[in-house]
């Protein structure tokens, strides 16, 4: 996400200074793709009809409601397959949006499943019906928190399985929610990143889990939520129908044959007019994130550098390379954009990753993450609205404009695009509420929409037409939308997105269109 994490680079250089020739001229207009936001219980861009997909990894229960420290019985899937004495499984869907802007939809919802057992449901959800297999729970988010789903009996010879719980009005074979598909089809390019768990729980003690092609999520799965992740068969189902290509995020740890076999599968199943933007892990570089600790801690092992920061830049290089090369193998290359991520705020990071091995040569794009906002939330405390949002038009913008011009001088020297993986703004508060609410209403505000179309010109005007893939599409201030189904008219930096890609000379049509 916003890679500001300075105090991870160490001893590398922390500048490189700006060339003195001219911005690049205008070549072409910027495309703009969207990240889309990991799959979670409490998220708001809704995006599969069947919402236990979305639901919380099973919690083990006494009877009496309190925590039961005895594991669950899973199968491979993910569904339990039998109790023990007193012990319930629960799962948890829409949780605490009930109070939340475009909180989950209201209505009768059918609860289909195989097996034979009993659940129960609370929170916002009340059972109305009740056959073999087919449940209706009737759902009103005023009641509050969400949908409780508990299992309290199973049949271990024929347990409880394959739960689907849907709208009684949604299609019944769809996966994905219309809306949803309407709010993302515009987009150029949709980065999976968050979709594929890449970062597994942000910290550096919960990374990806995904090394052998074995761990990977598939669609029989119970859930596609939290750091599992979603199979590669759903997201190719999503670009196939909005026609926009594919941005896939290879996890740090996967071996050569969770490469090539993804890349196999993927051939398999996108249509062929669809390229795929292909990346080494994500932020390789921060220190926030388990895959940077990997890194270094590989680099050392092969002797790419004495310094720990270094030897991660240039492991990262040297994988990525070798990424390549399994798909240059499987994948049409005329389909295929090659990807190496940076840091935008250090174009010395990108030199170093460049000037590694051959990877330069392998390299179709290097890619970064412009985002703009107060890198120490403290400055911002005090300042009006109206000041916020000037700093923003003003300082803020200029400070990524500089950062990003650091980048097409490094790129000149091996004639190479610079495109954006993430970018706009990052208002964060630090957990001040007083700015968060401020920034709250900074995001909410019409002038954030000239905000967004000030800074898609300039990184436009930067990159010479560079592919800008925002973040994300529907995630709190980060989110170009609060919720999927919030209007237009109310969500300032979506409709700048949107304008943006309407005054496209050259514009995408999704299928059907």
């Not at 994905?176 to 150029?188: G, I, K, L, S, W």
């Not at 062929?272 to 600790?293: D, F």
């Amino acid at each position: 996400m916003y890679d500001c994490t300075v105090r991870c680079l160490g001893r590398l250089v922390l500048s490189v200074a700006l060339c003195a020739t001219a911005t690049p001229a205008f070549a072409q207009y910027s495309p703009v793709g969207t990240n889309l936001q990991r799959v979670d219980d409490w998220t708001t861009d809704f995006a599969f009809l069947d919402v236990f997909k979305t639901s919380r990894a099973w919690v083990s229960l006494q009877r009496a409601g309190t925590p039961d420290p005895r594991p669950l019985d899973l199968d491979a899937h993910g569904w339990v397959r039998s109790l023990q004495s007193g012990q319930f499984a629960t799962t948890f869907l829409f949780w605490d949006l009930s109070g939340a802007p475009g909180q989950y939809p209201a209505g009768r919802y059918v609860v289909t499943y195989e097996g034979e057992g009993t659940l129960a449901y609370s929170g916002s959800a009340v059972r109305v019906d009740a056959t073999t297999g087919r449940e209706v729970i009737d759902v009103d988010p005023n009641r509050g928190g969400g949908i409780r789903i508990d299992i309290t009996a199973t049949n271990p010879a024929n347990y409880v399985r394959n739960i689907s719980v849907r709208l009684s009005t949604s299609s019944t074979t769809d996966v994905f929610n219309p809306t949803f598909v309407e709010r993302v089809a515009p987009y150029h390019v949709l980065r999976f990143k968050d979709w594929q768990a890449t970062d597994g729980d942000w910290t550096v003690n919960g990374p990806s889990q995904q090394r052998r092609w074995s761990d990977r999520p598939v669609v029989d799965d119970a859930r596609w939520s939290g750091t599992h992740g979603v199979p590669l068969e759903i997201m190719a189902a999503l670009a196939n129908r909005t026609g926009a290509d594919a941005w896939f995020s290879m996890p740090h740890q996967a071996d050569d044959d969770y490469v090539r076999q993804f890349a196999q599968l993927a051939l398999q199943l996108l249509s062929p007019t669809i390229k795929v933007y292909l990346e080494y892990s994500n932020e390789v570089w921060n220190g926030n994130y388990a895959q940077a600790r990997y890194a270094q801690t590989q680099g050392l092992a092969l002797g790419l550098s004495q310094n720990a920061n270094e030897a991660g830049i240039r492991f990262h290089s040297r994988r990525s390379r070798e990424i390549f090369g399994i798909w240059e193998d499987v994948f049409p290359r005329e389909r295929l954009v090659r990807v190496l991520g940076s840091f935008h705020l250090n174009a010395a990071v990108t030199q170093t990753a460049l000037a590694y091995g051959d990877t330069a040569a392998h390299t179709d794009a290097v890619a970064v993450a412009p985002y703009f906002g107060f890198r120490d939330a403290a400055s911002a405390r005090g300042l009006s609205l109206d000041a916020i949002m000037q700093r923003l038009d003003t300082t803020l913008l200029a400070e990524a404009q500089t950062a990003t011009l650091a980048q097409v001088n490094v790129l000149r020297n091996y004639r190479l695009p610079l495109i954006a993986y993430e970018g706009g703004q990052a208002l964060t508060a630090q957990g001040d509420a007083t700015l968060t609410d401020l920034f709250l209403q900074a995001n909410r505000d019409p002038r954030m929409g000239n905000v967004y179309t000030r800074f898609l010109q300039d990184w436009n005007s930067a990159t010479a037409g560079g592919l800008l893939v925002h973040f994300n599409d529907c995630w709190g201030v980060f989110g170009s939308l609060e919720y999927v189904s919030q209007p237009r008219s109310q969500a300032p930096k979506y409709d700048a997105l949107m304008r943006w890609i309407e005054q496209d000379p050259n514009p995408r049509v999704p299928p059907g269109r």
